[in-house]
């Protein structure tokens, strides 16, 4: 175990995986386990997220497991009450829930945008709004919300309400991070690029390669400059990195978690 995140209090949502495999959350609440966090591990999915718990506790690690829908403000506040109510602080608020629907602008219809933007952003925005205070009240904290390398490049796929909703997390983050700069509030935005996960094998296979999903991680792997996509590990220390004394002076930052991909001109 180590000791770079020792005593601190963290509240992960999307802890849990979405499918067999790392998820980003599941991964970033781990090794904020085994970094010595005290992990307040958040999923709409309970099931996900005691697989993550269990995880931490054959590893001697601390951490708590709460079903929530964090596009819903009572649920959000109910969340913090109980987090602060089982472990008496906050001083890690990571952001990782979202999800992927595929539609351009034209086919999208607009309960689709209000879904997508409630979950991926709005959520976001009531978790900050109800953990801050406290991290206020307590001198200070750090808030890591994951965005995409989507919120700043057009990657090829047809998806506009995860542009839009990845680019507003981008703007929401440096909001917070120059309002709280002063109160020893740090908020940091991770962008990863093409990263094999569970979450992209649902949604995006039959874009890619009509359902094969194998086909769709070559695919995949041969547009990342490094040769293949990262991984839910690679999120994972950049948000250790970011919510350790180690990134004390970073704030209204944008990581980019991508292999060189938003470096490349074609």
């Given at each position: 175990?180590?000791?770079?995140?020792?005593?601190?209090?963290?509240?992960v949502?999307?802890?849990?995986?979405?499918?067999?495999g790392?998820?980003n959350?599941?991964?970033t609440a781990?090794?904020?386990?085994?970094?010595?966090?005290?992990?307040?591990?958040?999923d709409?999915?309970?099931?996900?997220?005691?697989?993550?718990?269990?995880?931490?506790?054959?590893?001697g690690g601390?951490?708590?497991?709460m079903?929530?829908d964090?596009?819903?403000?009572?649920e959000?506040?109910?969340?913090?009450?109980?987090?602060?109510?089982?472990?008496?602080?906050?001083?890690?608020?990571?952001?990782n829930?979202?999800i992927?629907?595929?539609?351009?602008?034209?086919?999208?219809?607009?309960?689709t945008?209000?879904?997508?933007?409630?979950i991926?952003?709005?959520?976001?925005?009531?978790t900050?709004?109800?953990?801050?205070?406290?991290?206020?009240?307590?001198?200070?904290?750090?808030?890591t919300?994951?965005?995409?390398?989507?919120?700043?490049?057009?990657?090829?796929?047809?998806?506009?309400?995860?542009?839009?909703?990845?680019?507003g997390?981008?703007?929401?983050t440096?909001?917070?991070?120059l309002?709280?700069a002063?109160?020893n509030?740090?908020?940091?935005s991770?962008?990863p690029?093409?990263?094999?996960?569970?979450?992209?094998?649902?949604?995006?296979?039959?874009?890619?390669?009509?359902?094969?999903?194998?086909k769709?991680?070559?695919i995949?792997?041969?547009?990342c400059?490094?040769?293949?996509m990262?991984?839910?590990?690679?999120?994972?220390?950049?948000?250790?990195?970011?919510a350790s004394?180690?990134?004390?002076?970073?704030?209204?930052?944008?990581?980019?978690v991508?292999?060189g991909?938003?470096?490349?001109?074609?």
């Amino acid at each position: 175990m180590g000791e770079r995140l020792k005593n601190k209090v963290a509240i992960v949502t999307g802890a849990g995986s979405i499918g067999p495999g790392w998820g980003n959350g599941k991964a970033t609440a781990v090794l904020f386990a085994r970094e010595g966090g005290k992990v307040f591990a958040v999923d709409l999915n309970p099931a996900a997220a005691e697989e993550t718990k269990s995880i931490i506790d054959q590893e001697g690690g601390v951490c708590t497991v709460m079903k929530v829908d964090v596009s819903r403000p009572d649920e959000v506040k109910s969340m913090v009450d109980q987090c602060i109510g089982t472990f008496g602080r906050i001083d890690i608020l990571h952001n990782n829930v979202g999800i992927v629907v595929l539609g351009g602008l034209a086919e999208t219809s607009e309960e689709t945008w209000d879904r997508v933007m409630s979950i991926n952003l709005k959520s976001m925005f009531l978790t900050c709004k109800y953990t801050l205070p406290h991290m206020e009240r307590e001198g200070g904290g750090v808030i890591t919300n994951i965005s995409s390398v989507a919120a700043v490049r057009y990657i090829g796929i047809p998806y506009i309400t995860y542009y839009a909703s990845k680019a507003g997390i981008l703007g929401l983050t440096q909001g917070i991070a120059l309002q709280y700069a002063d109160k020893n509030i740090r908020a940091n935005s991770i962008l990863p690029g093409l990263m094999d996960t569970p979450l992209i094998r649902e949604p995006l296979k039959d874009f890619y390669a009509a359902g094969d999903i194998q086909k769709m991680i070559e695919i995949r792997n041969k547009k990342c400059p490094t040769g293949k996509m990262g991984d839910a590990w690679d999120v994972a220390h950049a948000a250790l990195f970011l919510a350790s004394d180690e990134a004390k002076y970073i704030t209204g930052a944008q990581i980019v978690v991508d292999g060189g991909l938003t470096c490349r001109a074609i």
